[in-house]
């Protein structure tokens, strides 16, 4: 009887050592990979943190995360694109 309380036992243990791996966080994720964007010289103006920043060409703003980009350097004081 001993033997098959034994064999019970360690069953059990394989069983719960089995299910701790489902129960644990997925592996880490590799990361994105970089944006790589050219040295081409045509101003955008886009919003960043409630800000207008302008960025030398519209690669440049979306790889730093700005929103609604448009084209144009952005204006004095913070301001919207200047339309020539």
Same mark, same amino acid.
């Given at each position: 009887?001993?033997?098959?309380?034994?064999?019970?036992?360690?069953?059990?243990?394989?069983?719960?050592?089995?299910?701790?791996?489902?129960?644990?966080?997925?592996?880490?994720?590799?990361?994105?990979?970089?944006?790589?964007?050219? #040295? %081409?010289?045509?101003?955008? =103006? +886009?919003?960043?943190?409630?800000?207008? !920043?302008?960025?030398?060409?519209?690669?440049?703003?979306?790889?730093?995360?700005?929103? #609604? %980009?448009?084209?144009?350097? =952005? +204006?004095?004081?913070?301001?919207?694109? !200047?339309?020539?």
């Amino acid at each position: 009887m001993k033997p098959f309380v034994m064999i019970l036992v360690c069953l059990a243990a394989l069983g719960q050592s089995a299910a701790a791996p489902a129960d644990s966080p997925p592996p880490p994720r590799p990361p994105e990979p970089k944006t790589v964007c050219i #040295e %081409v010289y045509q101003p955008v =103006c +886009g919003s960043k943190n409630g800000k207008h !920043v302008t960025y030398s060409n519209s690669c440049f703003a979306k790889a730093d995360g700005a929103t #609604e %980009v448009s084209d144009g350097a =952005c +204006g004095p004081g913070d301001q919207p694109p !200047v339309k020539h």
